[in-house]
């Protein structure tokens, strides 16, 4: 974000306001005190080399290089100087130190604190230090203490008593090992690097552990110096002027990928664009957290690297390595886009015998990131230190980041359902299903030309009417006018688009809602029948693509187990007032070392959220065995054939009295095909193997007591039943 005066302005007093007017435009600068922070201290005064107009512009000001030009120290850019001071709340008496010294900032830090505070600013560099010294005196500013260290260990005097309330790095630093340094409610605010790409984060120290709660910012420091300097650990593939680097990570062999890099890539299209004008860093982010063996490809400029096509621009690649074969993320320009800056399409390059398979699991991770977590709030970061400084080791952990002092993990948050604002002419649609995992669908009358749709399964609902206040409004009153059903909860779902037979686009409000009645009892005022169908059954139905995706999808997003109720309606339709038993999947995989296999829950689960659990799922339109094979696919990329599945345990279980009962299968499979892979990540976040001796303490309980009654010979178990 360069800019300069459009003017030639020779008085700094008139530059400062203008800069500050700008900032305050692009709303860097949101509150008072900042704005009279940046009105008050003369940056012209820490920047003696540069021209006034230079020194005013919204851009750094390099003070200090190597002898090969890499500048070691500079004044930052004002309007991310301003986005950090925002970020880190500082009031009048707090105790603030900053790591990354130039002299400006601390001006402006000192302006925040006022004569009550005080405000340390370090640097190794003793150079940078002396130049901070004199050029705050020179400012008025002679109360700041500067301090010469190295910022990897703080020297204990200059941190006070309690900690500091406020700590602002301003280098790129790897690692955050000032937690300790930090009063508990203490704000840290730092150019933080995850696997190579930076972040201005800003965290309040909660309980010993650092917890974000700011947008990130994408921004770029100096290099941190010292011990605390990162390593890119960067590998170069032999032949190819090809450079791989895993900066958080386990770096791989690359010897192995020189026959690879020398064939035309595969390619895989995701689907998935971007404007040209759009940041996806947060993708990118993503990916680095969510794949094994990720790291940043860069090809070097004078290479003339063909197969590498387009090469990599001015930031590396994102790239997988999955043994002799690798993958990268690139783009292409599909069109011109509505602001006719460009169109980009995501899309994988594969290299290497097995590079097709490696593109498609980045590209499916692409297409979770859209479908999840694009349109979400910003991902949360959480430091927490290294139990007992433990250094960091091979397994991968998705979206945690194993530092020396810290390790640093990243929630996505899901992507919320967003409120439904449909046009006057948008339809609403009812999705009612039961607590057998079923969907009520409407037979249509077959009045071609009359009627949408005619003669095929879909949805209750209907068009807006002017008495309608709400589409909330709107579908209640198609239920009631055409079947008599009047639901207590409804809860919008999401908005469908299908297409009129005049060929418009509508919009069409879904809402979602339980009941557990019989559809005879129902008097039905349009169309021929009411039915329920599982989604497994809606193939055989005379029904629209989009009416059984969305069928689908909903089903997906329920909880894959959970303790509902049966209703008095469903317990009076039973035979005999009994009540049906769920029925669901697990299996239970051992490896020959005794070791078997959990699944960590994603933190948003409606069921055991965070928590460990065998591979599972509930039976369709299937049999038990036919559903545990699509589970082991879809979930986790192993393949099994039917003859190598065996049952090994059943457990009946009940979480409280009243509760739908759950019969639950495990299934051995003594042979399977593949390693587990997060094919679903939205729903488990990491797959491992436990020694059934020491089990993880946060483990489903029927899923320990399946787990012990498999180990000594049990067929049979039950949890949870009044004894």
């Not at 340390?120 to 705050?136: G, Q, Y």
């Amino acid at each position: 974000m360069t800019t300069s005066p459009t003017t030639d302005v020779s008085d700094a007093s008139e530059l400062r306001r203008r800069l500050v007017e700008q900032l305050q435009t692009a709303q860097h600068i949101r509150s008072a005190a900042v704005e009279r922070a940046f009105r008050t201290v003369p940056r012209h005064t820490f920047a003696p080399e540069a021209t006034l107009s230079a020194a005013y512009a919204d851009d750094i000001v390099a003070t200090r290089r190597r002898d090969d030009g890499t500048v070691t120290s500079s004044i930052s850019a004002p309007w991310l100087q301003a986005d950090m001071l925002e970020a880190a709340r500082i009031q009048p008496g707090h105790r603030v130190l900053e790591i990354g010294s130039g002299g400006y900032n601390a001006a402006l830090i000192a302006e925040l604190v006022g004569p009550a505070g005080h405000v340390t600013t370090l640097d190794i560099d003793p150079a940078v230090t002396d130049r901070a010294a004199c050029f705050l005196a020179e400012a008025g500013y002679e109360a700041v203490d500067v301090v010469t260290a190295d910022a990897e260990h703080l020297p204990d005097e200059i941190v006070p008593a309690g900690g500091f309330d406020a700590i602002i790095v301003t280098v790129d630093t790897w690692d955050l090992p000032w937690i300790d340094a930090l009063a508990e409610g203490g704000r840290l605010v730092a150019p933080l690097r995850l696997h190579g790409y930076h972040w201005a984060i800003g965290f309040t120290k909660t309980q010993g552990v650092l917890r974000s709660d700011e947008p990130l910012v994408v921004c770029g420091f100096v290099a941190m110096q010292g011990d605390g300097a990162w390593n890119r650990n960067r590998r170069t593939v032999p032949g190819t002027g090809v450079h791989l680097s895993w900066e958080d990570g386990t770096p791989l062999p690359v010897d192995q990928l020189t026959s690879a890099l020398t064939r035309e890539p595969t390619v895989t299209r995701t689907g998935i664009t971007v404007g040209g004008q759009e940041p996806f860093d947060l993708l990118q982010l993503y990916l680095a957290g969510a794949l094994p063996g990720f790291c940043r490809l860069e090809a070097e400029p004078d290479s003339n690297h063909q197969i590498l096509n387009p090469p990599p621009a001015h930031w590396p690649a994102a790239a997988i390595v999955r043994g002799t074969s690798l993958a990268r993320l690139t783009h292409e320009r599909i069109s011109d886009g509505d602001d006719g800056k460009g169109r980009y399409e995501f899309v994988v390059q594969g290299y290497g015998e097995q590079g097709h398979v490696a593109a498609q699991e980045m590209a499916e991770r692409v297409e979770s990131w859209h479908r999840l977590h694009r349109s979400a709030r910003c991902p949360l970061v959480t430091v927490r230190p290294a139990v007992g400084g433990a250094p960091a080791g091979p397994e991968h952990r998705p979206h945690v980041f194993a530092k020396k002092h810290t390790r640093v993990t990243v929630d996505w948050p899901i992507a919320p359902v967003a409120a439904v604002r449909a046009p006057e002419t948008a339809n609403a649609s009812a999705l009612i299903y039961n607590d057998r995992g079923e969907y009520l669908l409407h037979l249509r009358d077959h009045f071609p030309g009359q009627i949408w749709e005619p003669g095929m399964w879909s949805l209750l609902g209907g068009g807006r009417e002017p008495q309608d206040a709400t589409l909330d409004a709107t579908v209640r009153r198609e239920l009631s006018e055409e079947v008599g059903l009047d639901l207590a909860v409804l809860t919008p779902f999401g908005t469908e688009y299908a297409t009129d037979d005049a060929g418009a686009t509508v919009p069409i409000a879904i809402y979602a809602g339980r009941w557990n009645g019989d559809p005879r009892d129902l008097h039905l005022t349009e169309g021929v029948m009411l039915a329920w169908f599982a989604p497994g059954d809606l193939h055989r139905l005379r029904i629209a693509d989009s009416t059984s995706d969305l069928v689908r999808r909903h089903a997906a997003s329920l909880p894959m187990t959970g303790s509902e109720p049966a209703s008095e309606e469903e317990r009076r339709a039973s035979p005999r007032g009994t009540v049906l038993n769920i029925v669901g999947v697990h299996l239970y995989l051992e490896r020959p070392d005794g070791t078997v296999l959990l699944g960590l829950r994603h933190p948003s689960s409606a069921f055991a959220p965070s928590t460990w659990h065998a591979l599972a799922g509930h039976c369709e339109q299937e049999n038990a065995i036919a559903c545990l094979i699509r589970e082991a696919r879809e979930e986790a990329g192993l393949h099994i054939e039917r003859e190598d599945v065996e049952l090994v345990h059943v457990v009946h279980h009940i979480d409280r009295a009243g509760d739908r009962p759950r019969m639950g299968l495990f299934f051995r499979a003594r042979t399977w095909r593949g390693e587990p892979e997060l094919r679903e990540p939205d729903k488990c976040t990491q797959w491992k193997f436990w020694d059934p001796t020491a089990l993880p303490d946060d483990l489903v309980p029927y899923t320990r007591t399946a787990i012990e009654g498999i180990r000594n010979g049990k067929l049979y178990s039950e949890t949870g039943w009044p004894t």
